[in-house]
């Protein structure tokens, strides 16, 4: 059986909403074409309670799909009554409390999909069975418990697949919290995960483990400037490949201000970005990191009006700078400047750091570390500001403060 693995579609992200639709769209007329299969695990939906405008435009396309013939089939004996292979889970984005629907099960009871949250689906093709037992997203800190509860094994008689949407230790090393890829359950034939946004390929248990990352741009990273795209894999050769969608263009441009004049940057940056846009077919989004400070100070760059001059050209971004020699001589600053994080950004050293933190400190609070992280860091606000940001959070997560210390499964 050959199986599209398309992941993290996030229809409804805000700030690039039509690519993720169109591009959720183009990864699956891909799959269609070329596979009998899809799974995909989690974050269909960028939001857990998503508008009605974008459930809709999600029921649209899963509506036309679901209706397409696939050469593989959910089995029958399930009683989904799904007639099209499309095996899913919610992943952390759709996460919501225990016994509350969320829009990925709304997808599956308008039997667009089937919805494999802590069970097992099973597909069929010309006597070949495929079983994918999937977990539905949960909070890092939960993933182990849930799995020794759950604890999927595989099916005799099937291909098996294991199908999850968390950060492994390995993937992302912020915390001790997170479950290290050795605790997954042995014996399945291949690994799908979720939640990361850039492609991993890894081999696990001897089996391949794959991470497909997103269909739309979110986080403006190095590792997204590959192009977007999807998995095949073709379970008789135990092979795969992956299939790119056309998706929007995204460039990172480094820039050395050091010892120049802003002038002389601030056009380097703009004849840059010129050039990258002629290249592309649709608009890019470029993303601008300057180092360094130029001769005549920072304050001449004016990053927000080359982003402004170029606003017909590209979609531009320029990052704060981040000045090595004013980083004090700690510890922390030591790894950073000796290369040793080369491969995290800034934010995501800075929230590994606030988790450490949190974690000595005994964090108890009903709010996600990652969205006090966010609130607090925000780009432009002061540090009142963000305080006061940070308590008003705290207050609206009080009423569904289930949905993030609510028992799962
Ligand atoms: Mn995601």
Known sequence: ????????????????????LLQARKALEAAHAH??????PGDIFDNRTPKPEVIASAMRLFREFSGMDWAAKPAEAEGTGARAPIVVIPGTHERRAQDTENPVSLLSIAGFVVDASNRRATLEKDGEKVSIYGIAGVSEERFGEILSKLNPEPEPGAFNILMFHQSLYELLPFSDTFLRMEMLPKGFDLYVCGHIHGRVEKKLHGSDFLIPGSTVLTQLKEGEQEGK????????????????????????????ASNRSAGEVRKEIEEKVKSIAAASGSKPIIRVEITGKPKDGSINLQPKRIAEELKETAIVEIGSRIDAEEIGKDADAEE???????????????MRLFLE?????????????????????????????????????????????????GSYP
């Open 357 to 405: 933190n949190l974690r000595k400190r005994g964090y108890a609070l009903p709010i996600k570390p990652s969205d006090l992280f966010e609130v607090l860091s925000q780009e432009g606000s002061s540090r009142d500001k963000a305080i006061s940001d940070a308590i008003a959070l705290l207050y609206s997560s009080y009423p569904d403060a289930s949905e993030s210390q």
């Open 229 to 256: 795209g999807f998995y095949i894999y073709d379970t008789s050769s135990r092979s795969f490949t992956f299939e790119y969608i056309d998706s929007r263009k995204f460039v990172l441009i480094k820039e050395d």
């Open 1 to 20: 059986m050959r199986l599209a693995i398309i992941s993290d579609l996030h229809i409804g992200y805000e700030r690039f909403s039509d690519d993720a």
């Open 35 to 40: 596979a009998d299969a899809v799974l995909i």
């Open 336 to 350: 950073l400047r000796s290369g040793k994080l080369k491969d995290i950004s800034i934010k995501d050293y800075g």
